[in-house]
């Protein structure tokens, strides 16, 4: 398993954009599928977009398609870009390692789970 650390979480008004990062704590991110999830108060835990270990699939709930850009600099660090932010994207935003790099949408897939990042969008 690996640690995960995330950050560029914040308190953001409607129409506004954030960029939230996933790194490794004292290792590597390279050879795993990477993926972030987001749970809000009383929900259930969602999927938000998912990225094979190579970088080349990348994958989105339909909430987010066309707002939120996934990447990755492979070995150190993964990325989720947020634009036009709404209010229901309110949520504690965690990222996961999948360990057969496939980046995939469930969350059972995942072995390592960061402890998360509050993203607040006010209207």
């Known amino acids: 398993q690996v640690q995960l650390v995330e950050s560029g979480g914040g308190l953001v008004q409607a129409g506004d954009s954030l960029r939230l990062a996933c790194v490794a704590s004292g290792g590597t991110l390279a050879g795993y599928g990477m993926g972030w999830f987001r749970q809000a108060p009383g929900k259930e835990r969602e999927f938000v977009a998912a990225?094979?270990?190579?970088?080349?699939?990348t994958y989105y709930a339909d909430s987010v398609k066309e707002r939120f850009t996934i990447s990755r600099d492979n070995s150190k660090a993964m990325y989720l870009q947020m634009y036009t932010l709404k209010p229901e994207d309110t949520a504690l935003y965690c990222c996961?390692?999948?360990?057969?790099?496939?980046?995939?949408?469930?969350?059972?897939?995942?072995?390592?789970w960061g402890q998360g990042t509050q993203v607040t969008v006010s209207s």
């Open positions: 996961a390692a999948d360990m057969l790099g496939g980046g995939e949408q469930r969350a059972a897939e995942y072995e390592s």
């Open positions: 990225i094979s270990w190579r970088g080349d699939r």
